[in-house]
């Protein structure tokens, strides 16, 4: 049975960081990444890797300020949040797909076929 563990939501002050991760159960996968989702909206996408080579992709609003890595021996994934803004306030949810798909492919919440609990980041003014 596949799980994902999210961890190390909180609550932080505008600019302040935090780094999430998650824990993937005894398997590897195509991809993994991280989506957002706010009160009332859908959930967007956030950043994703390939397993095989560590290939990243970031949605555009959190580019320059979010980082994707993984560590290949913890089949972890983590989410390095810096500069971070109210506008980034959501639930996280980390997600993993068998298939590396290509770029666009994987900014979509269909791509995925397994999903965490979600972890809630709340970034004050």
């Known amino acids: 049975q596949v799980q994902l563990v999210e961890s190390g939501g909180g609550l932080v002050q505008a600019g302040g960081s935090l780094r999430l991760s998650c824990a993937a159960s005894g398997r590897t996968f195509g991809a993994m990444g991280w989506f957002r989702q706010a009160p009332g909206k859908e959930r967007d996408f956030v950043a994703r890797i390939k397993w095989s080579d560590g290939n990243t992709d970031y949605g555009d609003s959190v580019k320059g300020r979010f980082t994707i890595s993984r560590d290949n021996a913890k089949n972890t994934v983590y989410l390095q949040m810096n500069m971070l803004k109210p506008e980034d306030t959501a639930v996280y949810y980390c997600?993993?797909?068998?298939?590396?798909?290509?770029?666009?492919?994987?900014?979509?919440?269909?791509?995925?076929?397994?999903w965490g609990q979600g972890t809630q980041v709340t970034v004050s003014s």
């Open positions: 997600a993993a797909t068998n298939v590396a798909f290509g770029r666009l492919v994987l900014t979509s919440t269909n791509a995925y076929d397994y």
